[in-house]
């Protein structure tokens, strides 16, 4: 029964749906990357912003508060703290194995200390972020309104890098979480060639080329198995330790130890201070003093030692009781075709092939339309120059531009834009050279139209593109 506007429906029927469409939006909206590009909506709008507003490699560094407002008004406005978090994530050489954006100012650090302001910061997109951005005005992807329908932003980037794999990604969602650690770029862009010539390729092959997570802080992985694991079924975990040698300290026989890499996403400060109590408590025993000396230009925590202490034994305590050793959990969870989907390393890898391959046929249909174009004005172009009395007696003779267009559609049968063409037509153009030059353009957009139809025929050759490319 319905009153008015008031429609009674069940509380159970309206939560469950509600939930639903909540846990949806957050899912596809904010929490999960994209497999395609390897990012979430909300890091492909900053650099999308960040190109439009020319902050290249090559540019001056520009205001983040600047970026920040471009982000908000145009394409995210979910409150400025989360698009500069955001922003400052993928500066991060802590967080991310290959950055996104090129930062300067304080941009936090590994101790977790927190940026500075975003009026205090400055970034500009990082080199390697144009190629997640190239030819993305080639109709390589597709665009969609904005929030409020004013503008277009693309629904995803060209992304010429497998970057959900190179620089991985973590988020939670409604019921669901992502773990995707960061890869060497050389190692799985050489998997992916390899899986375009061999595409029944198995795990075992592939990790021949991705030997496993790359992580920025470095540190080792213990043991191939749980690597293996997350693989094969997008699901497993890994053991990650610090690198630590052994120095001797140049007096009485004491020995130091010095840490240089940690765990991946470990806090270093928080570290600092669990040993320094662990060692007040005597739960470790044999340690006399530890400091941080890291600087600009290197990690480096010395563990200054007892006389008697034993080496191996304290060791092993610090990597039982503290994060110098820690369990890196792995969830290959992403979005595919707007879905959240587990998957192997080979399933992303072919995700990455089979988008490339779509980017590569849409640059190319997009190429040949742009020469098509060209080409019927050069058409229009060659008409007028062989027949140059006849049009420039027929222009003279028109009484106004209208009706000179009207005349030469009529006469040459061209359209408008060719007739267009014509009159707009410079008379430097009547010269010999640029006659000369007319044919060569129009032999040459022949030739090109030719070869960008011929590879959209040939499947083979779109992939040896897309290896080129990848490598």
């Known amino acids: 029964m319905t009153t008015g506007t008031i429609r009674p429906v069940r509380i159970e029927d309206e939560m469950r749906g509600s939930y639903l469409d909540y846990a949806m939006s957050v899912i596809v909206a904010r929490a999960l990357p994209d497999v395609r590009d390897g990012l979430k909506p909300v890091q492909r709008r900053i650099l999308y912003a960040m190109d439009d ?75 390697i972020a144009q190629e997640m951005l190239l030819d993305i005005d080639r109709d390589t992807v597709d665009f969609a309104p904005n929030f409020d ?3 277009q932003e693309p629904t995803v980037l060209p992304a010429r890098l497998p970057n959900l794999l190179v620089n991985g990604s973590s988020g939670i969602a409604v019921g ?17 060639i390899y899986l375009i010539g061999h595409p029944e390729a198995t795990v075992d092959e592939l990790m021949q080329f991705v030997k496993g997570p790359d992580f ?14 997350a693989y094969e079924t997008g699901h497993g975990r890994v053991v990650v330790r610090a690198r630590m040698d052994v120095e001797e300290m140049g007096r009485g026989g004491r020995w130091q130890l010095v840490v240089t890499e940690i765990p991946y996403m470990v806090n270093k400060a928080a570290m ?34 007892r006389r008697d202490a034993q080496i191996e034994r304290v060791k092993n305590n610090l990597f039982k009781h503290t994060a110098l050793q820690s369990t890196f959990y792995i969830n290959m969870l992403a979005l595919v075709n707007a879905q959240p989907r587990t998957l192997s390393l080979r399933s992303m890898l072919q995700e990455f092939i089979t988008y490339r391959i779509d980017v590569i046929r849409r640059r190319a249909e997009f190429d040949v339309r742009k020469a ?18 006849a049009v420039i007696q027929l222009i003279r003779n028109a009484p106004d531009t209208e009706a000179a267009r009207q005349r030469l559609m009529e006469q040459f049968t061209l359209d408008d834009a060719q007739a267009r063409a014509i009159l707009d037509m410079q008379l430097r153009r009547l010269a010999a ?28 050759r779109v992939l040896a593109v897309v290896t080129e490319e990848t490598r």
């Open 272 to 305: 600092v201070e669990k040993i320094a109590q662990l060692a007040k408590d005597k739960k470790i025993d044999g340690i006399t003093e530890i400091r941080d000396e890291s600087d600009r230009h290197g990690m480096r925590m010395v563990v200054e030692l």
């Open 53 to 127: 507003l020319g902050m290249t490699p090559g540019s001056s560094f520009k205001k983040s508060a600047r970026l920040v407002g471009e982000v908000l008004g145009k394409y995210h406005p979910h409150g400025d703290t989360s698009v500069y978090d955001a922003m400052v994530r993928l500066a991060q050489d802590f967080s991310l194995r290959y950055p996104l954006i090129t930062g300067q100012g304080n941009f936090g650090s590994v101790d977790n200390d927190p940026p500075a302001a975003m009026r205090y910061t400055e970034a500009r997109l990082a080199a």
């Open 176 to 192: 669901m979480t992502t773990s995707i650690p960061p890869h060497n770029l050389t190692e799985v862009c050489d998997a992916a």
């Open 372 to 389: 098509q174009a060209r080409l019927h004005i050069l058409e229009a172009l060659r008409i007028a120059i062989l027949n140059l009395d």
């Open 433 to 460: 050279l640029e006659r000369l030059r007319v044919e060569e353009e129009y032999k040459e957009l022949t030739d090109t139209i030719a070869d960008l139809r011929a590879l959209l025929g040939d499947p083979a």
């Open 216 to 229: 920025p802080t470095g540190a080792i992985i213990l043991g191939q198995e749980g690597i293996r694991e």
């Open 149 to 151: 329908g004013s503008l």
